[in-house]
Each structure stands twice: as structure tokens, then as C-alpha cells.
């Protein structure tokens, strides 16, 4: 298993030149795998209106079996372009725009419920066109959100993979 995963790391690191070393912890392969599909992507972007660093707090960040942990969060008094659903936020975040005019921006899903993540994620997975459909958005103001890192964007997945009662949520 730790051959695999270093061969697989190793396939990453090449790709990405450098960029990404570890794309499978070691503890994630195990005698019951069979097949790992595995790809990689870089986006290179500049939010259109950056948080500054020293915008970054640290809040709670709560986890679905009722604990929290302080991590940073972003915050600002621009405002964001958010939506409003039916259980559930989406705030989108726009890139600058490059050298070919194309407008990249990212989305994010925010359940109401501290414990609606796994129905949100079964409701976005069901129900397509929620994905496909342009989402009505208002400029409204955001007061803070977590900061993204890589790394412990992974390490929470594999949390979520390996404790399923234990998936992050953002309060």
C-alpha cells in the first residue's frame, strides 16, 4: 500500500511540477483497494476583490459531532454575491479576469443547519439542475468566512472518509 501511494504522489509531483507532493496520504490505501483514479488541475487566479491578510481572525469552526476548533477566517465588510435557498446559502466569489476576458468564479454551498451538510450534498447530487441553472444572486455584506489551505482541506476529507460522524462544518 505505501508503494502505491508513493508511486501515486510521485505521478502528482511530476505532473504538477512540484506543486502538489502528496495527492494519497498513506493511510488512505489499504488491502481492500483495488483502482485509484487520480487527476490534477491548477487554477492560477486572483480573487477580483482579495480579503486582505490582515482581515484573518480566528473563529470557531464547528464539526458536525457538536466540538470546534479555531481556524482563520477571512473577513470582510465588502459585499459578496450571495443566494438564498431553500436550506442553504451559495456564495459566490469572482476571479479577476484574464488576458482572454473569461470570468471565472467560485461557488460555495452553505447549508443552514449546522448538521444539514450530508442532506445538502444528497440534495446537489439528486437534483442536477441546481448546478446547471445560473443562480439569482444579491450583493450583500459578508462578515467572515474560513480561509482556504490545501492542506487542511485534505485532511478534513480524509477525516470524513475514515470517521464519517466526524465531517467539518462551518458555522
Same mark, same amino acid.
Given at each position: 500500500?505505501?508503494?502505491?501511494?508513493?508511486?501515486? *504522489? /510521485?505521478?502528482?509531483?511530476?505532473?504538477?511540477?512540484?506543486?502538489? +507532493?502528496? &495527492?494519497?496520504? !498513506?493511510?488512505?490505501?489499504?488491502?481492500?483497494?483495488?483502482?485509484?483514479?487520480?487527476?490534477?488541475?491548477?487554477?492560477?487566479?486572483?480573487?477580483?476583490?482579495?480579503?486582505?491578510?490582515?482581515?484573518?481572525?480566528?473563529?470557531?469552526?464547528?464539526?458536525?459531532?457538536?466540538?470546534?476548533?479555531?481556524?482563520?477566517?477571512?473577513?470582510? *465588510? /465588502?459585499?459578496?454575491?450571495?443566494?438564498?435557498?431553500?436550506?442553504? +446559502?451559495? &456564495?459566490?466569489? !469572482?476571479?479577476?479576469?484574464?488576458?482572454?476576458?473569461?470570468?471565472?468564479?467560485?461557488?460555495?454551498?452553505?447549508?443552514?443547519?449546522?448538521?444539514?451538510?450530508?442532506?445538502?450534498?444528497?440534495?446537489?447530487?439528486?437534483?442536477?439542475?441546481?448546478?446547471?441553472?445560473?443562480?439569482?444572486?444579491?450583493?450583500?455584506?459578508?462578515?467572515?468566512?474560513?480561509?482556504?489551505?490545501?492542506?487542511?482541506?485534505?485532511?478534513? +476529507?480524509?477525516?470524513?472518509?475514515?470517521?464519517?460522524?466526524?465531517?467539518?462544518?462551518?458555522?
Amino acid at each position: 500500500a505505501i508503494e502505491v501511494t508513493k508511486e501515486v *504522489n /510521485l505521478w502528482a509531483h511530476k505532473k504538477t511540477n512540484g506543486l502538489i +507532493k502528496e &495527492l494519497v496520504p !498513506p493511510q488512505s490505501v489499504d488491502s481492500l483497494t483495488r483502482l485509484i483514479f487520480a487527476n490534477a488541475l491548477h487554477f492560477k487566479g486572483s480573487w477580483d476583490e482579495p480579503f486582505p491578510d490582515w482581515c484573518t481572525e480566528n473563529y470557531d469552526f464547528h464539526l458536525l459531532n457538536g466540538s470546534s476548533v479555531k481556524v482563520p477566517f477571512m473577513t470582510t *465588510n /465588502l459585499e459578496q454575491f450571495i443566494g438564498v435557498f431553500d436550506g442553504f +446559502k451559495v &456564495l459566490c466569489l !469572482p476571479y479577476e479576469q484574464g488576458e482572454d476576458k473569461r470570468q471565472f468564479s467560485m461557488y460555495i454551498f452553505l447549508p443552514n443547519a449546522k448538521d444539514g451538510l450530508s442532506d445538502l450534498v444528497e440534495k446537489v447530487a439528486s437534483e442536477y439542475e441546481l448546478i446547471e441553472n445560473n443562480f439569482p444572486l444579491t450583493e450583500i455584506e459578508l462578515d467572515a468566512l474560513p480561509r482556504p489551505h490545501p492542506f487542511r482541506n485534505r485532511k478534513v +476529507k480524509y477525516i470524513e472518509k475514515t470517521q464519517p460522524n466526524h465531517r467539518a462544518y462551518p458555522d
